[in-house]
């Protein structure tokens, strides 16, 4: 079991989620044969969060609160505030990202306030996403990685000329680092600066981008998402036949 479960680590590292739940969820049924709550606990744990990093908030939210019965693990408030997050249900999301601050060095509280400031986006509060996305900015500055999710800012701010450097920037180091999931985000955000600058086809080719990361790392949330700008681009672009297409396959 516990090769497995470093197997699977190693693999959502990568962005690998396709491989990282097969790993967990081989430990987790495993772990049913086994006299060890605690065990169980943990390989439910690990399971959940890699349904979420998956884009399967709801298969997810199951596992993570499967793992805290009884005892809560480190980051599960995280995990589970990604998985309300996933669902849409942005204040039950906040309440355990909130849960979350504060516990972890400067890069994860960053990352905790980049999912509140979506959270806020979802709820069309701009003003109070664009603080936790500036509060990140200055977490990632400590960090020593400023470039990561300071576009996400500026595109709560509607800067979206001053975001596509940002943008850029960020996916290339998340390409680097081999996180295809995150640089798959990047790309997202980068598209959507240039569909509210007008330039859809560079929104559409950048979706495109996105979308061919987040299949890479298996996040199937991503690529609807994608393809929902795709449509939206090529409907902008004149081309309505190739927008239900792409929106057909976001379905």
Excluded at 192 to 218: I, K, M, P, T
Excluded at 227 to 238: D, I, N, R, S
């Amino acid at each position: 079991i516990e090769g497995l479960m470093q197997a699977g680590r190693q693999a959502l590292g990568v962005g690998d989620t396709r491989g990282s739940l097969g790993c967990f969820r081989k430990a987790f049924l495993l772990s049913l044969g086994t006299p060890s709550p605690r065990l169980r606990r943990a390989c439910a744990f690990h399971l959940g969060a890699a349904y979420v990093e998956a884009g399967k908030p709801r298969k997810g939210l199951k596992f993570l609160l499967e793992s805290q019965q009884g005892e809560k693990l480190g980051g599960g408030c995280f995990n589970v505030g990604a998985a309300h997050e996933g669902l849409r249900d942005f204040p039950e999301a906040l309440e355990y990202f909130s849960g979350a601050a504060g516990q972890h060095r400067a890069s994860s509280q960053a990352g905790t306030s980049v999912e509140m400031g979506c959270c806020y986006l979802g709820m069309r509060e701009p003003a109070r996403a664009a603080r936790c996305f500036l509060e990140a900015a200055r977490g990632y500055a400590v960090a020593q990685s400023p470039e990561a999710n300071l576009g996400a800012a500026r595109n709560a701010l509607r800067s979206f000329g001053a975001a596509l450097g940002s943008h850029r920037r960020a996916a290339a180091l998340h390409g680097a680092m081999g996180n295809r999931r995150a640089q798959g985000q990047c790309f997202g955000n980068l598209a959507y600066a240039f569909s509210q600058l007008g330039n859809h086809e560079a929104a559409a080719e950048n979706y495109l981008h996105a979308l061919q990361a987040f299949r890479d790392s298996g996040d199937v949330q991503g690529q609807w998402q994608a393809c929902e700008g795709l449509g939206a681009a090529h409907f902008h672009l004149g081309d309505p036949q190739r927008a239900v297409g792409h929106y057909q396959e976001a379905l």
